[in-house]
């Protein structure tokens, strides 16, 4: 790797720590440029050249995280070879927990800091599309028994809902045992958890 690109790497990742760590004591809206720049030990000039401001860096983050989820049902040899229901389910999640994992105090920080409403509709906005699409694509339709719209906000709202739970404990199952925790949860209705003594 040349030697600017890593210190490009570097640079952005002192920056995003800082915006995370600032957005949780301040929240978005009321954190400035400075208070970034002075957490990551830069100085402005430097914030500059990679962001036009805070609402720039934000969407940048955003957006990196947007494409890299599209990118799970699209990259060969994970979501996109599913041949069935089951296998698109334990493809997602295991790809999804990894993934959402690795950027756990940004997500959180969005979801739960005061970081930016808008971010977890547009995950389950996305998620819904991606997930719809591949289903289509092997030839999977939804029972009519309900409305679609509900069964859709049902299963990636409650999935979305567990991935935060999980995300937000002390000490998270790795992402693997959370993977298998998500197919048990899609396999059982809520009612079928509740055991007769």
């Known amino acids: 790797m040349h030697q600017n690109d890593l210190r490009v790497r570097k640079t952005r990742a002192k920056i995003k720590r800082a915006l995370i760590e600032t957005i949780n004591e301040k929240g978005f809206g009321n954190l400035t440029v400075s208070d970034i720049t002075e957490r990551a030990g830069i100085n402005r000039g430097t914030f500059y050249i990679h962001y036009k401001g805070k609402q720039d860096l934000l969407e940048q983050l955003e957006e990196a995280i947007y494409s890299d989820i599209i990118q799970l049902f699209h990259d060969n040899g994970t979501i996109s070879s599913a041949t069935s229901y089951e296998d698109l389910n334990r493809q997602f999640f295991q790809k999804f927990s990894a993934y959402i994992y690795g950027e ?94």
């Open 104 to 197: 756990r105090d940004f997500i959180l920080a969005m979801v739960l800091g005061n970081g930016d409403p808008m971010f977890y509709h547009k995950i389950k906005q996305i998620l819904t599309r991606e997930l719809l699409k591949r289903m289509e694509y092997l030839g999977i339709k939804m029972s009519d028994e309900i409305p679609h719209e509900y069964i859709e906000e049902y299963a990636i709202g409650s999935m979305l809902n567990l991935s935060i739970y999980w995300l937000e404990k002390d000490n998270p199952e790795l992402p693997n045992e959370f993977a298998k925790i998500m197919m048990r949860t899609r396999t059982k209705a809520s009612l079928a958890f509740a055991v007769k003594e």
